[in-house]
């Protein structure tokens, strides 16, 4: 499976936009990038997914780089309530791992008045 | 929301008895999963369902069976609980028609403790 790499914390001031950088330098042609977030101990909540365009829906926009290596979550007016800890996660596309999601720690994102 | 109800939501027991949780989804969903997680180890994958009867492992399977009797029930059992299986436990769930372009739904967790 290919492996993400998100730093451990990020603050963002409310109003402002908040950018969730992810590092999958190993992910293949065919997996797409999948993020979620959880608030305190409740289910994962999908916010968004893409394979190589960028991506925008009503919670968050998901730009990759061309070489596919990277992406970034951009919240772009953060409120309270997005204070979560969201995770990068890379979508198995090959043998036993096809469809899995494999989750990591993931960023705590506080989002401060 | 999608339809998604865990059942029970909080459980004590004690160790060495079975235990069931249950996860029913009002979706007709292919795939179903279920997931644990600690601390410090985030969501783990236990067993998952690609259709009526069709289960397989994830990555922390010792300990734990899973039955699939109709499209909508994924039953998660204990055979005999240990204190290393208290945990907060997720289902879910998704169209699975083989597309990886498509996004699973998690239900709200069933904590569980073993004592």
């Known amino acids: 499976d290919a492996k993400t790499t998100q730093p451990t914390s990020m603050d963002c001031a409310e109003g402002r936009a908040a950018n969730l950088p992810c590092n999958h330098s190993t992910i293949s042609g065919n997996e797409y990038v999948y993020w979620y977030r959880q608030i305190h101990s409740q289910g994962p909540q999908y916010i968004i997914h893409?394979?190589?365009n960028n991506e925008t829906n009503e919670m968050a926009s998901l730009i990759i780089t061309e070489d596919r290596k990277s992406s970034t979550l951009i919240l772009p007016h953060a409120t309270l309530r997005d204070t979560a800890v969201y995770y990068c996660?890379?979508?198995?596309?090959?043998?036993?791992?096809?469809?899995?999601?494999?989750f990591g720690q993931g960023t705590i994102l506080t989002v401060h008045p | 929301d999608a339809g998604i109800t865990q059942s029970p939501r909080h459980k004590v027991t004690e160790t060495g008895t079975p235990v069931t949780l249950r996860c029913h989804q009002t979706e007709n969903h292919r795939y179903m999963y279920w997931y644990r997680q600690d601390p410090g180890h985030g969501l783990r994958l236990i067993h998952y369902?690609?259709?009526?009867?069709?289960?397989d492992k994830g990555e922390v399977s010792d300990g734990y069976s899973v039955s699939r009797s109709k499209t909508e029930d994924f039953l998660l059992t204990l055979e005999s609980a240990t204190s290393s299986q208290t945990s907060v436990y997720f289902c879910a769930i998704n169209p699975g028609n083989r597309n990886l372009n498509t996004e699973a739904f998690f239900g709200q967790g069933t904590r569980l403790t073993v004592v």
């Open positions: 893409g394979l190589k």
């Open positions: 996660i890379v979508r198995g596309a090959g043998g036993t791992s096809y469809g899995k999601l494999t």
């Open positions: 369902s690609y259709g009526v009867k069709d289960t």
